[in-house]
T-cell receptor, first 115, second 116 residues
Framework: GAVVSQHPSRVICKSGTSVKIECRSL??????MFWYRQFPKKSLMLMAT?????????EQGVEKDKFLINHASLTLSTLTVTSAHPEDSSFYIC???????????FGEGSRLTVL | AQKVTQAQTEISVVEKEDVTLDCVYE???????LFWYKQPPSGELVFLIR??????QNEISGRYSWNFQKSTSSFNFTITASQVVDSAVYFC?????????????FGDGTTLTVKP
């Protein structure tokens, strides 16, 4: 069946560096992808909607310059956490909606730890 | 607006007991997806099931079973003969396809502890 792959699954970085997380739809095209974040002991919250070929739509309270989202192709969206700080440490997960069928699939998630 | 309620914040059972995790959702869409995820202490999110709104058949996968009832807007998850390894946080999620283009709303999660 359709698969959404996230990479890396775990990343540790130093404070001040930037980290890129990829979300790929492996055997289907996805015009729309979504990025979620999980705060400690909390549920997952939508950060932004990523649309192929256009700017991402961010949810209220999410810093656009902090969390750069690029959806350059129908199979790839990237989330870049810029100038990461320890408070950015979190679990990030994406989902992708199939262009043709409208079906929705989630990636496995990426755990970011900022030291 | 879509909403997911997992009323049980924490559940504790003894190994081999059956346990049901409740999930109630609200949506105005006729086309939507429901998901269950498991998040063990290690932190990753493990996909358990995806169900679309047109498929009300209950599903069984080993010790896991799901009861989808559109009439009560519920998508409950039962673990039969629970094991210590089932201890985790379980999330139910809803994705509206028509009005929200697939945006997902997660419940707050239910923390299941299975004691030996």
């Amino acid at each position: 069946g359709a698969v959404v792959s996230q990479h890396p699954s775990r990343v540790i970085c130093k404070s001040g560096t930037s980290v890129k997380i990829e979300c790929r739809s492996l055997d289907f095209q996805a015009t729309t992808m979504f990025w979620y974040r999980q705060f400690p002991k909390k549920s997952l919250m939508l950060m932004a909607t990523s649309n192929e070929g256009s700017k991402a739509t961010y949810e209220q309270g999410v810093e656009k310059d902090k969390f750069l989202i690029n959806h350059a192709s129908l199979t790839l969206s990237t989330l870049t956490v810029t100038s990461a700080h320890p408070e950015d440490s979190s679990f990030y997960i994406c989902s992708a909606r199939g262009t043709r069928t409208g079906e929705l699939f989630f990636g496995e998630g990426s755990r970011l730890t900022v030291l | 607006a879509q909403k997911v309620t997992q009323a049980q914040t924490e559940i504790s059972v003894v190994e081999k007991e059956d346990v049901t995790l409740d999930c109630v959702y609200e949506t105005r869409d006729t086309t939507y997806y429901l998901f269950w995820y498991k998040q063990p202490p290690s932190g990753e999110l493990v996909f358990l099931i995806r169900r679309n709104s047109f498929d009300e058949q209950n599903e069984i996968s080993g010790r896991y079973s799901w009861n989808f009832q559109k009439s009560t807007s519920s998508f409950n998850f039962t673990i039969t003969a629970s094991q210590v390894v089932d201890s985790a946080v379980y999330f139910c999620a809803l994705s509206e396809v028509a009005t929200n283009a697939g945006k997902s709303t997660f419940g707050d999660g239910t923390t299941l502890t299975v004691k030996p």
